[in-house]
């Protein structure tokens, strides 16, 4: 039987060898897109709320139509109202900051918010500062 064995070792290396190169594919992928809000700020002013910042991509790809979802709580943290935003830049490139500048009603009760993104609508982003942020 030592055909058997020398067959056996042979698809055990080559497995091996698959496992191996399936590793180093999954080290060479970029890291996905993260963005970052910079000197962000959510201020009230009488009965219009205004949202103002930076968002920096801190990722290695490109975020291609990036949506911001502000998610409005109340004393209690028990979400009261949900506002998307599209950013206006339709790409923001690795290292790249875009501005944000959005005003809406305010929502009843709404005391803080916090931010989650998607690009293109659909994939969620990592998040780095994503609050609560207080209204002023």
Known sequence: ??????????LAAALA????AVAADKKQKSKPAVVEL???KVVLGG???DIDGTVHNSGERT????????????????????LKLEVDDETIDPGEDAGIHAAAHEPPRAVS???????RGE????????GPYQIE
């Open 47 to 49: 009965s219009q709320i």
């Open 113 to 119: 918010l916090e931010v989650t993104a998607s690009a």
């Open 17 to 20: 060898l698959l496992c191996a």
């Open 123 to 130: 994939k969620e982003l990592k998040v780095i500062n994503p």
């Open 63 to 82: 975020i291609e139509k990036l949506v911001l979802s502000f998610h409005f709580f109340d004393t209690q943290h028990q979400p009261v109202s949900t």
């Open 1 to 10: 039987m030592p055909g058997f064995r020398g067959r056996w070792f042979a």
């Open 38 to 40: 910079q000197a962000f």
